[in-house]
């Protein structure tokens, strides 16, 4: 019996025998001309777990991924799927894992049924249990009342189960998500995080990439923080949470050009340093106590700076990704990933 056809049944062995990780990844580099996608990036994923990969556009989440998929060649660096080495044994690799890229590739004209029945074929299933992969997966993911529909009439929230899905035909171990909930609406997210810990309960392993602080936030067991290509934190979310501290302090300043006389108040007030977004108008304050927040506040308004809003609450990761890197997820300045395709 093929790995594939195990897979099916949930009884893949970890071919590398003895491992006891999903992933390993050691100085992953990844160049493009002279941009240098990925640099030096460590990754360790256990089976089992959703792991996240989280970063702005551009940070080099889709280019990792797909180098561990053999999808791209990995310049340097070398890694491992269930102690099986990527670059000396891709066909293994592909049998042991199945991704879902950012866009929906499903064929358009095709109904839903006949995409999931003609992977299934592509992947060397015979025709009869196609068709039983097929009804399962369309049960599974809530989609068989649009089995005989045109892709063409799907929702983008649809299409994302179904390119799920079409992930799932062989049950590999291991799910690259990249980007999975990309363009849909809150209540779809949230029926995709539903089927995302779904997978985990049925012995999938997940590596999740996303430039969405509460996706990582409600998903992930660890994240790895990337940004620029390099990898500038891991943990799970509370440890990141911690290393901001206790409590944030968040401020919206009435004039942003006052930000800097209010960071002078903040270091002078606590002898820390604040998170700034200048063009918003906003500080973010880590504190050691809450009631801190109060001198800060007495402090300002002495200083003669006005403040439009204020809260105080515990870390998040959007405080976490700040800090680390000194802007947010959606600023737009890095380069362009350019790994979209998919695999299965």
């Excluded at 990309?182 to 990439?209: A, E, K, N, S, Y």
Aim: hydrophobic share 40%.
């Amino acid at each position: 019996m093929s790995i594939t056809e195990l897979g099916r049944t949930g009884t893949v062995p970890a071919p590398g025998g003895g491992t006891d990780l999903a992933v390993r990844a050691q100085g992953l580099v990844k160049t493009f001309g002279e941009h240098r996608a990925v640099d030096g990036i460590d990754l360790e994923v256990h089976p089992g777990e959703i792991f996240g990969v989280l970063g702005p556009n551009g940070a080099g989440k889709t280019t990792t991924l797909r180098m561990l998929a053999t999808l791209l060649k990995i310049d340097a660096g070398r890694a491992e799927i269930f102690g099986v080495d990527v670059a000396n044994n891709p066909h293994v690799i592909r049998q042991l894992v199945g991704v879902t890229g950012q866009y929906a590739s499903v064929d358009e004209n095709l109904t839903a049924r006949e995409n999931l029945w003609l992977f299934s074929r592509l992947q060397g299933i015979p025709a009869a249990r196609a068709r039983r992969i097929s009804a399962e997966l369309l049960g599974q993911f809530g989609l068989e009342d649009a089995a005989a529909k045109p892709i063409s009439q799907f929702s983008g929230g649809m299409r994302r189960r179904l390119d799920l899905a079409a992930s799932l035909i062989t049950r590999p171990p291991l799910i690259f998500l990249d980007e999975p909930t990309t363009g849909l609406d809150p209540r779809t997210r949230g029926q995709m995080w539903d089927t995302i810990r779904g997978l985990v309960v049925d012995g999938c392993t997940v590596l999740l990439t996303t430039q969405y602080l509460d996706e990582a936030d409600q998903l992930a067991d660890r994240v790895a923080v990337i940004d620029h290509g390099r990898k500038v934190a891991e943990g799970t979310p509370d440890e990141l949470k911690t290393t901001v501290g206790d409590s944030t302090l968040q401020l919206l300043l009435a004039d942003p050009g006052q930000v800097a006389a209010a960071a002078d108040v903040v270091r002078r007030v606590l002898g820390s340093e604040p998170v700034l977004s200048p063009e918003r108008g906003r500080l973010n304050v880590a504190l050691d106590q809450a009631d801190l927040a109060a001198d800060v506040l007495i402090a300002l308004r002495t200083a003669g700076v006005s403040i439009t809003s204020v809260s105080v609450d515990k870390p998040s990761l959007d405080e976490v990704f700040l800090a680390l890197t000194g802007h947010e997820t959606d600023d737009k300045t890095g380069e362009p990933d350019t790994a979209t395709e998919d695999h299965r």
